[in-house]
């Protein structure tokens, strides 16, 4: 099994969504409303994707400190 680095997964997802916002923004001047109403969508999920994102980084974070302290007790015990 491939061990997944964390920041080069946030890195590959924060360029992902940087084209995706582009193509959104570069398709506003289409006036078909199934596209808008599509580009609506898309710009709602990019901006909740983009928060989930950050908050799992949080998170990971977070959790990285904890383990780390948990072991320094350990060994200090």
């Known amino acids: 099994?491939?061990?997944v680095n964390a920041d080069r997964l946030v890195r590959d997802l924060n360029a992902l969504?940087?084209?995706v916002d582009k193509l959104v923004?570069?398709?506003a001047e289409n006036a078909n409303e199934a596209i808008a109403d599509a580009r609506e969508r898309i710009e709602s999920l990019l901006g909740t994707?983009?928060?989930?994102?950050?908050?799992a980084r949080l998170?990971?974070?977070e959790e990285a400190k904890s383990v780390a302290?948990?072991?320094?007790?350990?060994?200090?015990d």
């Open 1 to 3: 099994m491939r061990h």
């Open 17 to 19: 969504a940087t084209d």
């Open 25 to 27: 923004k570069a398709s």
């Open 49 to 55: 994707a983009k928060q989930n994102l950050e908050n």
């Open 59 to 61: 998170c990971a974070i």
């Open 69 to 76: 302290q948990s072991t320094n007790d350990y060994l200090r």
